[in-house]
């Protein structure tokens, strides 16, 4: 299984240096870490009461984990905490203001 992510990982990292290498992104020097998550139906963790602390505004695991990083900004459900489409649209919707 590690042999197999660090394929993926390595995948990732060339497709992303194919797209944005011309304006000076590198993989090696820009990425820290990439996550594999290859379970087939999906997670997304959503935060319950009886189990999770109240964080303060802006610093739930999920709103640091998708904090803009220049001109990257992320969208997909895990960024709002909720496995649902409308989750996803609307981390899509706040990633798109984020870059206006």
């Known amino acids: 299984m590690q ?3 660090a394929e993926y990982e ?3 990292k060339k497709q992303l ?3 944005f290498g011309a304006n000076g992104f590198d993989a090696e020097r820009d ?6 998550n290859r ?5 997304t ?3 319950t009461q009886l189990f999770d ?9 999920h709103e640091l984990g998708r904090k803009p990083l220049g001109r990257i900004s992320i969208a997909n459900a895990d960024a709002e905490a909720g496995a649902s489409l409308q989750a996803a ?3 899509a919707a706040r990633a798109v203001r984020e870059l206006g």
Not at 39 to 43: E, F, L, M, T
């Open 3 to 5: 042999r197999r992510n």
């Open 10 to 12: 390595e995948g990732v």
């Open 17 to 19: 240096t194919a797209m």
């Open 31 to 36: 990425i820290a870490a990439i996550t594999v």
């Open 39 to 43: 379970w087939s139906h999906g997670y």
């Open 45 to 47: 963790y959503a935060y």
């Open 53 to 61: 602390p109240e964080w303060e505004e802006g610093q739930a695991p």
């Open 89 to 91: 649209i609307e981390a």
